[in-house]
Every structure is written in structure tokens, then in C-alpha cells.
């Protein structure tokens, strides 16, 4: 406890007061706690930057852009199938074949089998044998689409192989394709 004297002077009575401290003493500790804190953001809130903008961060290794890969985006509509292989924003090609009506329960799509292997020997980018990446295909189908059709186009993606070899040699037909969807 901290204390205060008011000296009575002048017949004045004599008044001693006494403060508590420890309040005052929390006060500083805070205060001095968001000092350090906003201390230590402040430094990272720099930006290293050097004088060399806008060139490549080492002058002497040349920068080589790398080129998107093609993928193929599979759209269902009501009445066709489309083909687009994109690479970065740009079609490569595009292509549509007709849906053909599904009578009785089983639904299947051999001729979009057959055309995505065409589409795939004259597109894809991974054909080599030693080459173990797939390329990558899009499957853009509306939110109502029924599950048999969409199980029908993607049987028609995984008919698709190619020759790979395995890492312990040997070679075995894998599908061409990495599937992802795309529902609106």
C-alpha cells in the first residue's frame, strides 16, 4: 500500500490517506504486455524488398513460365454431351456428341466411351508409358441429374486406359483420367 500525508497546516486537521497500489501496478503490466505485443507485429508487418524490380530474385537463373496443363471438361446437357479441352483459359478443342435416349434400366454411353478415347490419343498430354500422371477431366452436371446417369458417364471416362508402367516394372492398362465434379 502506498500512503499519502496531507500535512495540516494552518489549523488545518491532518488528513492521511492510503492508496492500493496493486491495481496501478496491473495497469502498467498490461500496458507494457500490449507494448511488447504490438512491438513484435510490427516488424511483421515489413516487406523484405530488394532493388531488383521488377527482375527475377536471382539475375543469374532464368525464369521459365510453366504451361497449364490441358484438361478436359465433360458438360451433360439434355440432349448432347461437350467435349472442351482447356488449357489455362484457352479451348483447345471442342466437341459435342449426341445423348442418346436410355431405354429400360441400365444406362450406359458406348459412344462417349469411343469418342473420349479419341478425344484422349489426340489431346491427352500424359500418353508416355513411363509417364504415371493422369490427365485431369471435369465432369460439369446439373444438380438434378439422376445418379444412374451420372455412374453411365463415368463408367464412359474410366473405359478409357492406357498402357503404364508400374514402378516395379511390369505394365498394366490404368485409366487416363482424374475425375472431379463440377455440379451447378
Known amino acids: 500500500m502506498g500512503g499519502v500525508d496531507v500535512g495540516g497546516g494552518d489549523g488545518k486537521k491532518a488528513m492521511n490517506a492510503e492508496i492500493n497500489m496493486i491495481p496501478f501496478i496491473d495497469l502498467l503490466l498490461v500496458i507494457v504486455a500490449f507494448l511488447l505485443i504490438t512491438a513484435v507485429w510490427v516488424s511483421f508487418s515489413r516487406i523484405n524488398a530488394n532493388a531488383q524490380v521488377p527482375g527475377p530474385p536471382d539475375p543469374n537463373k532464368e525464369i521459365t513460365p510453366e504451361t497449364p496443363q490441358k484438361v478436359l471438361h465433360l458438360y451433360i446437357r439434355e440432349s448432347e454431351f461437350g467435349l472442351i ?13 449426341d445423348r442418346p435416349e436410355q431405354k429400360g434400366d441400365e444406362i ?43 455412374v453411365a458417364v463415368l463408367d464412359a471416362l474410366y473405359s ?21 465434379f463440377s455440379v451447378r
Not at 125 to 136: E, F, I, N, P, Y
Open 85 to 97: 479441352w482447356k488449357q489455362g483459359s484457352t479451348t483447345v478443342s471442342e466437341s459435342t456428341i
Open 160 to 180: 478409357t486406359k492406357r498402357e503404364m508402367a508400374l514402378k516395379d516394372g511390369k505394365r498394366e492398362k490404368q485409366p487416363v483420367f482424374n475425375m472431379t
Open 108 to 150: 450406359m454411353y458406348p459412344d462417349l466411351a469411343v469418342k473420349l478415347g479419341e478425344e484422349w490419343k489426340q489431346h491427352g498430354g500424359h500418353q508416355d508409358v513411363s509417364d504415371r500422371k493422369l490427365d485431369q477431366a471435369i465432369l460439369h452436371s446439373d444438380n438434378g441429374l439422376k445418379f444412374g446417369e451420372i
